[in-house]
């Protein structure tokens, strides 16, 4: 019979297609990963992992079913070892929280005090990326509950909505747009626009605000070598005089650096557009109280500049499916 150790094992390698990693993802010594794999190998009948070489494999066709319900068992495990740590205290055991990357610098150090506050036996790990990696990390169970940008949707995701952030454009203080009040959405496309680089759901809203900016005849050779992998790259971009950009109004605050006093941060002239971000965690989540200490530490911290959503205003959580 398949021992759990075994099952964690096999699922390792199963995502790290190396056995050296995955025995260190494991915390065990190669070899005795590769024992406990040959062993499930050999007590199912299945042959689960091709060798390609030393230490890179493959999952086989019939591996691949293997994997899938061992990633079952070992979740179905997982909840009922936090559904009895739940009955004794929900606000206890550590949340593991992702945050998509336009999200997590300027939520954090406002956020974390506070969560300490309402719940201080409640250890937090925190994980950044995109947005389409930490919905697998959810859906798979290593991570609790996301902060994303909506729209999002998933059969077996709750979603609730916790703050809703405007736009605003930054441009060197000797732009020619900076002394302008207001930014009209079709100058973007006039000058050299900093984006975040593919995968950022961010760069889609920017371009959503400006279409013309998404036309390759309008993105100029300097826009397309100088996308940025994040939100303060682009500021120190913008900073030098790189370009101009499109940033959400929480990055823009509590800057201490000297390039803030190089950027002009201007509104848009009409239709200001925002984002709302939202928490998304598995509707058979056992610690619901987690996410809504969590959701209200977020809405109680926000800058200024961003309107919490839901909570005590009435809005209910968006069950998707």
Not at 264 to 275: C, E, G, H, K, S
Request: glycine fraction near 8%; charged fraction near 25%.
């Amino acid at each position: 019979m398949a021992s759990l150790t075994e099952l964690r094992y096999v699922v390792a390698v199963a995502k790290e297609r190396h056995f050296g990693r995955a025995a260190a993802r494991c915390f065990v010594s190669q070899p005795t990963l590769s024992v406990g794999v040959k062993r499930l190998e050999e007590s199912l009948g299945v042959q689960i992992f091709e060798r390609a070489s030393r230490s890179e494999v493959q999952v086989t066709p019939e591996g691949r079913e293997i994997i899938e319900q061992a990633e079952r068992v070992l979740a179905e495990m997982e909840r009922l070892e936090a559904l009895a740590f739940t009955r004794r205290d929900p606000l206890g055991a550590p949340l593991r929280v992702g945050l998509i990357h336009t999200v997590g610098p300027y939520l954090l150090p406002r956020l974390i005090g506070r969560l300490h506050e309402l719940a201080p036996k409640m250890p937090i790990e925190i994980s950044e990326g995109l947005t389409a990696d930490l919905v697998d990390r959810l859906d798979h169970g290593e991570l609790d509950v996301v902060a994303l940008s909506l729209p999002f949707e998933a059969p077996s995701i709750n979603v609730e909505a916790v703050y809703r952030e405007p736009f605003t454009v930054a441009v060197p203080v000797d732009h020619p747009l900076a002394g302008q009040e207001a930014i009209e959405p079709e100058q973007l496309a006039e000058h050299d626009l900093l984006l975040l680089g593919e995968g950022h759901c961010f760069r889609d809203q920017v371009l959503g605000v400006c279409p013309q900016c998404a036309d390759g005849r309008a993105l100029g050779r300097l826009q397309r070598t100088l996308e940025g992998g994040s939100l303060e790259t682009m500021r120190m971009m913008v900073a030098t005089g790189a370009g101009i950009t499109v940033l959400p109004c929480a990055s823009t605050w509590s800057h201490d650096d000297g390039a803030q006093a190089l950027i002009r941060y201007l509104p848009f002239a009409r239709d200001v557009p925002t984002r709302d971000i939202a928490l998304a965690w598995r509707k058979r989540f056992s610690r619901p109280q987690a996410v809504e200490v969590l959701a209200q530490s977020i809405r109680e911290t926000l800058p200024t500049c961003c309107e919490p959503l839901g909570g005590e205003d009435g809005a209910e959580a968006i069950s998707r499916g």
